[in-house]
């Protein structure tokens, strides 16, 4: 196993939208600084962009404002979001967008020469191609450097500052220990943390991606830093089978929400994401599903948009039309929720950061999935806050590298080498990421219980993943892609024992489904607050915070 020291200025963890914004960010304001990506897969296809999008919503379309976004996400969230960091967000929206054309995306324009709007936050775009363009544009910065199938698995801090990280070769027999003056960390939400709709061989068959498994998350757990809101777990409403999007449903031709009865129920429940979600739960279990989105008596010119749409980003649906010889013109389309994840794009979970996107822990910086409370990102919110990351880190960065604590690299040498050493186990790393979903699945929430869970499954729940972490320690692997997947694991293991903690922290129903608290079943305003948390010598420690207004500038006081 070869041990390499390199040296950065600003390291940034992940290649996806908001890495690669954050380092075009850098090559503008901080020309002479040396960057450095880390990324666990290829850089022109990874992340939530690598299949492509075929709209941006997020977009400040003509006659709303930042504030209208703002107001928007906030209901959405049911109050429990940071106004300031939705505000510093919303106002970049449409300057990355422009940039985004700049740079070669197509932005579907009428005839007038004006973005075609869908709704009142998205503009239409052909986006196959969005992250190879994203990263082409990185690539071809002098400062910034790009380490594809390097996957970072601790950071290596020192009095609460960050000094580097301890990273692995995916294919190779290689480990890295990166120092740097500041940290970007960029790696994305947890998928895979519950069983999901399509288990078994097709288990990747899933709305976010499942190499997205929250290694940033646990750095930054493991590492003490103060994390928010894991609690409102995000749950997508998809086409069934395929998992495959539904807003291009509902707002590209106004398809309703309506149970096998033909009735439209959308209204009953409420139109936040949650309630959409809950609704469609609540019709089956009271017998009147299955649930639809109404397309049956669309025109087939719509209905052939709709076909080329899906084929942007989620080309399952498409096929499934034409391996049945059907249209959504001619028949509704079925739907149903995932599994939860914990994602701070779509909801508030994530890092603790104060205006500049700085963690508790001084010189690391978090943008897009990754950083709490701000939800509502989506693709260009992400990009925002890489830009917010990018200019701080820049600002930041005045310190000299610091040197490795004594005997560090062949201490971390030593801990992967265990792996390699072990005795033949009695469980392999995909099986025990089984039994963890399981676990999660049927004691803190998950499909099978309808997104239910109580304070005695909850604390089941909590032992079993800790059973789970130690035989996770057992575990013989044979080459590096197996090292990899078992760091996966043991990262899914812990940002499991935080989920639980928050869940049970929170007593009550704020958001059904996303966190259906059987035990405390109503919403209780006693509870419009920030549950955080920190992790600390193996337990958590939960802590509230008072919600902060959108002109009110939060910074910590390390």
């Given amino acids: 196993m070869q041990s390499i020291q390199l040296d950065t200025d600003i390291l940034i963890l992940g290649g996806g939208a908001a890495g690669c914004y954050a380092a075009l960010t850098l090559q503008k304001t901080a020309p002479k600084a040396r960057v450095l990506i880390l990324e666990k897969a290829e850089i022109r296809r990874s992340g939530c962009l690598a299949a492509g999008v075929n709209a941006l919503n997020a ?286 794009g779509h909801t508030a979970s994530g890092y603790w950061v104060d205006s500049k996107r700085m963690t508790t822990i001084e010189g690391l910086f978090a943008a897009g999935d990754v950083a709490g409370g701000c939800p509502q990102k989506y693709v260009t919110g992400a990009l925002a806050e890489g830009e917010i990351a990018g200019e701080a880190a820049a600002a930041y960065v005045s310190s000299t590298l610091q040197p490795l604590p004594e005997g560090y690299l062949s201490q971390q040498a030593a801990a992967v080498q265990k792996f390699f050493d072990n005795d033949a186990s009695g469980f392999t790393t995909e099986e025990l990421e089984e039994a963890m979903q399981g676990v999660m699945d049927h004691y803190a929430g998950g499909i099978g219980t309808d997104y239910g869970f109580t304070e005695a499954g909850l604390a089941i729940a909590d032992r079993k993943i800790l059973r789970l972490m130690d035989l996770s320690e057992q575990v013989r692997v044979s080459d590096m892609q197996e090292l990899t997947r078992l760091f996966e694991l043991k990262e899914r293991l812990l940002v499991c024992r935080v989920v639980i903690a928050h869940l049970a922290d929170r007593r009550e129903t704020r958001w059904h489904c996303f966190a259906e608290n059987l035990d405390h079943p109503e919403t209780d305003d006693s509870w419009l607050q920030y549950v955080n948390s920190r992790y600390e010598n193996g337990e958590i420690h939960m802590l509230h915070r008072p919600l902060t207004g959108r002109y009110e500038t939060y910074e910590h006081s390390h």
């Fill in 59 to 344: 977009y400040i379309v003509p006659g709303k404002t930042p504030e209208f976004y703002v107001d928007y996400a906030k209901k959405d969230a049911h109050g429990i979001v940071r106004e300031d960091l939705l505000l510093t967000m919303s106002q970049r929206l449409n300057q990355v967008t422009h940039h985004l054309e700049q740079l070669g995306l197509v932005i579907l324009k009428d005839e007038n020469g004006n973005y075609v709007t869908r709704g009142n936050r998205n503009i239409k775009i052909n986006g196959e191609n969005i992250k190879p363009i994203l990263a082409e544009a990185v690539q071809a910065c002098p400062n910034v450097t790009v380490m594809n199938h390097v996957n970072a698995v601790e950071y290596l801090v020192r009095d609460n500052r960050i000094q580097g990280v301890f990273a692995n070769d995916v294919r190779e027999e290689k480990l890295y220990t990166i120092r740097c003056k500041a940290c970007i960390c960029a790696t994305g939400g947890a998928a895979g943390l519950y069983r999901p709709n399509n288990p078994g061989f097709s288990r990747h068959k899933m709305w976010y991606p499942p190499f997205n498994t929250g290694a940033g998350y646990a750095m930054g757990i493991r590492a003490g830093a103060e994390m928010t809101t894991f609690e409102m777990r995000f749950i997508a409403l998809r086409c069934k089978d395929t998992i495959a999007p539904t807003g291009t449903l509902a707002q590209g031709v106004g398809a309703k929400q309506v149970n096998s009865l033909g009735e439209v129920y959308e209204q009953k429940y409420g139109l936040t994401t949650s309630q959409r979600v809950y609704g469609t739960v609540m019709e089956n279990r009271e017998g009147r599903g299955p649930c639809y989105l109404r397309t049956k008596g669309i025109t087939e010119q719509q209905a052939d948009s709709l076909k080329r749409a899906y084929l942007n980003m989620a080309p399952s649906q498409t096929l499934k039309w034409l391996e049945n010889g059907s249209s959504p013109a001619e028949e509704n389309v079925e739907i149903e929720g995932t599994e939860p994840y914990i994602i701070g």
